[in-house]
């Protein structure tokens, strides 16, 4: 089976990890530092704070924004689960702006007239959480403009989107956002496994974030409120979590970032070879949007609805491991006993209904590619023929 995604480990990643095993900390050792200092080079961005997953990355980056009950956080419904479930966890409610058919990414233009409406009803969004869909950036400068105007907060969902390009600007450098989160499962730009990241430029938010990523517990002197400073002592000053990542895993982000620009231009070749594949088919490619160069997580086709299914059977039984990206999160059960109801965001149901993810990762032969291609092409035909002659 031929993997929608898959990590890329060269015998260096293997080597850090392996180091960290034969040295004095697995833990809060020196490593989580230092893969921070690179990862902040690298997305041009003052302060990152390394933690466990992608999915505590976003709650902390919420709770470091005073998200609780009472507010409104508002993202795409064509995301993993995690962009919404974060607002939830700080007990506030959640709310869905509808996406672009072309892009999957949250539509200005909806999100424009969401706020509209919100400002009357006074439901305005304490924060918003665009998501970079399947690695090209949204439109930040207009979501950010809005910001200003309505009084929000941004939190950019890149889990998919290390290594994109807005402007010029790398993902993550935070000029059009107040923190952007990243998540390096082995199925993301880079891996540790299992960990996340937020970059961020404004201080308070680092330190907050430091804080809640272990216990809410500081252990800067020049920070204490209340307890002597003698040598042993921290203070926990919020409830924070045990959101921290390992040595281990800080190790092998370090190393896997020096691989990421070479990652992103191979993911970048890979993906004009498939768009040059579909030019004269009925294979629908995402358009992508001047001035903004996307990291290629993922490579997602659309295809009529009515041979989706069909063409997902023929391809799995191919050989072609392809996949769907995403369920709109608001027709999952847990968020319709919520109250929320299909129709509910007609372009992300129209978006879901038609698309199909194809495999795409660095090892990807050219000639895996072509196959890949010609059988999405032909299971297409094959599909919209048995509907046309039923
Ligand atoms: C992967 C992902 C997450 C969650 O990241 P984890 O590291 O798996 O917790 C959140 N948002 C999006 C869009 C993702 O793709």
């Given at each position: 089976m031929i993997?929608?995604?898959?990590?890329?480990?060269?015998?260096?990643?293997?080597?850090?990890?392996?180091?960290?095993l034969k040295s004095d900390y697995l833990t809060q050792g020196p490593e989580v530092p230092l893969f921070e200092q690179v990862?902040?080079?690298?997305?041009?961005?003052?302060?990152?704070?390394?933690?466990?997953?992608?999915?505590?990355?976003?709650?902390?980056?919420?709770?470091?924004?005073?998200?609780?009950?009472?507010?409104?956080?508002?993202?795409?419904?064509?995301s993993f689960v995690a962009s919404s479930n974060c607002a939830l966890y700080c007990g506030a409610s959640v709310d869905f702006v509808d996406v672009?058919?072309?892009?999957g990414n949250m539509s200005v233009a909806a999100l424009k007239a969401r706020l509209?409406?919100?400002?009357?009803?006074?439901?305005?969004?304490k924060v918003?959480?665009?998501?970079?869909?399947?690695?090209?950036?949204?439109?930040?400068?207009?979501?950010?403009?809005?910001?200003?105007?309505?009084?929000?907060?941004?939190?950019e969902d890149a889990s998919?989107?290390?290594?994109?390009?807005?402007?010029?600007?790398?993902?993550?450098?935070?000029?059009?956002?107040?923190?952007?989160?990243?998540?390096?499962?082995p199925v993301k730009m880079i891996t540790t496994g299992e960990g996340g990241a937020v970059s961020t430029n404004q201080p308070a938010l680092a330190e907050k974030l430091?804080?809640?990523?272990?216990?809410?517990?500081?252990?800067?002197?020049?920070?204490?409120?209340?307890?002597?400073?003698d040598p042993w002592v921290y203070e926990q000053q919020s409830l924070g979590f045990n959101y921290r990542m390992t040595d281990l895993q800080a190790a092998l982000g370090r190393s896997q970032s020096a691989s990421l620009p070479g990652f992103v231009s191979r993911r970048q070749v890979l993906a004009?070879?498939?768009?040059?594949?579909?030019?004269?088919?009925?294979?629908?490619?995402?358009?992508?949007?001047?001035?903004?160069?996307?990291?290629?997580?993922?490579?997602?086709?659309?295809?009529?609805?009515?041979?989706?299914?069909?063409?997902?059977?023929?391809?799995?039984?191919?050989?072609?491991?392809v996949n769907v990206h995403y369920i709109p999160i608001y027709l999952q059960p847990f968020y319709q006993q919520l109250g929320f109801r299909s129709g509910y965001c007609p372009q992300a149901e129209l978006f879901y209904q038609q698309a199909l993810t194809i495999p795409l990762y660095t090892s990807l032969s050219e000639g895996e590619l072509q196959q890949v291609a010609d059988s999405v092409i032909q299971a297409l035909e094959t599909t919209s023929s048995s509907i046309n002659s039923a």
């Open positions: 993997p929608y995604g898959r990590q890329d480990l060269s015998e260096q990643d293997i080597e850090a990890v392996c180091r960290v990862l902040g080079n690298l997305v041009k961005a003052r302060h990152v704070v390394a933690v466990n997953s992608g999915t505590s990355a976003l709650h902390i980056a919420c709770l470091a924004l005073d998200v609780g009950p009472g507010d409104y956080v508002w993202t795409s419904p064509i672009e058919p072309d892009t509209e409406d919100a400002e009357v009803s006074g439901k305005l969004p918003v959480i665009p998501v970079h869909f399947a690695g090209q950036p949204c439109d930040m400068k207009e979501i950010s403009e809005l910001a200003s105007r309505y009084g929000f907060r941004v939190i998919h989107g290390l290594g994109a390009r807005y402007f010029d600007e790398p993902v993550g450098s935070c000029r059009w956002s107040d923190m952007t989160v990243f998540s390096f499962h430091s804080q809640l990523r272990s216990h809410g517990i500081t252990r800067d002197d020049s920070q204490f409120k209340a307890l002597k400073n004009a070879a498939y768009q040059k594949a579909f030019t004269d088919s009925d294979v629908q490619v995402l358009t992508q949007k001047a001035e903004r160069s996307s990291s290629w997580h993922i490579f997602v086709i659309q295809v009529p609805e009515d041979c989706r299914r069909a063409m997902f059977d023929l391809l799995r039984e191919s050989g072609i491991g």
